[in-house]
């Protein structure tokens, strides 16, 4: 597969898992009601999420109240908010700079620069999949918590909810290095003066050619010695 089919792919992924997690932000499923062995006949499934609350009758009526007061919810769910809007309005700001970046856009004229800007991108996606990743962990460590804790009454268990599964999902795509190989033989094509195709480190490549560059400089002055009758003279008497 060429580099700019790797491109394109990575580019789909991160958009598949940008949203992902807008669905993760969005959605009522961070925790549901947990059914335990006398509890597993019941009226209603209760969901909570970072916006709302919903009630499921055993009728398939849904009934939603959105949280009103920011205040009176708890820190982990403030924090869950902030950071999770935080890691959607970054990753769309990482889109942006990866396409600017990318090859089959002529934002940025092809050169070192092109390859930053794309590189930037990828370091920007994956930051927005560990920014994503901390409230996803933090709320599950909690309900898995909250779940075995003898003291917590039966019908105030929870359980993971899809939302914790998507997001985690959605990170996974951010985070996926997949998009960030097509850039790195690009870099190396632009920076290091070696072939797209080539595997060898930059840092390598950059030696290699710098060697390689030292010793043409070398092989010329020698020539321009051998040619030059008088410098050759000078040189014979030392």
């Known amino acids: 597969m060429g580099s700019a089919a790797l491109e394109i792919l990575g580019l789909v992924l991160c958009l598949v898992g940008w949203v992902g997690l807008i669905l993760a932000c969005g959605l009522p499923m961070w925790q549901v009601t947990a059914f335990l062995d006398h509890n597993i006949v019941t009226a209603q499934t209760t969901w909570k999420g970072l916006w709302m609350s919903c009630v499921v009758q055993s009728t398939g009526h849904m009934q939603c109240k959105v949280y009103e007061s920011v205040l009176a919810l708890s820190a982990e769910v403030q ?31 092809p050169g070192p620069v092109k390859a930053r800007v794309a590189l930037t991108g990828g370091a920007l996606f994956a930051l927005c999949g560990l920014l994503a990743l901390v409230p ?16 917590v009454p039966v019908s105030q268990k929870y ?19 997949a998009s960030e190989q097509p850039l790195y033989g690009k870099l190396k094509a632009m920076v290091g003066g070696v072939q797209e195709g080539d595997t060898t480190p930059i840092w390598q490549a ?11 400089a070398v092989a010329a ?8 009758p008088k410098k050759t003279q000078s040189a014979c008497k030392y």
Request: glycine residues 4%.
């Open 79 to 109: 924090a869950a908010r902030a950071l999770t809007v935080g890691a959607v309005l970054l990753a769309l700001v990482a889109l942006f700079v990866t396409l600017t970046g990318a090859q089959c856009t002529t934002c940025v004229a």
């Open 136 to 151: 996803l962990c933090w709320f599950a460590n909690i309900v898995v918590r909250e779940f075995y804790d003898p003291a």
């Open 159 to 177: 359980e993971l909810g899809a939302a914790l599964y998507i997001g985690w999902a959605a990170s996974a795509l951010l985070m996926d290095k």
């Open 206 to 216: 950059e030696s290699s050619s710098s060697s390689n560059w030292w010793a043409a």
């Open 221 to 228: 002055h020698r020539n321009k010695v051998a040619l030059d």
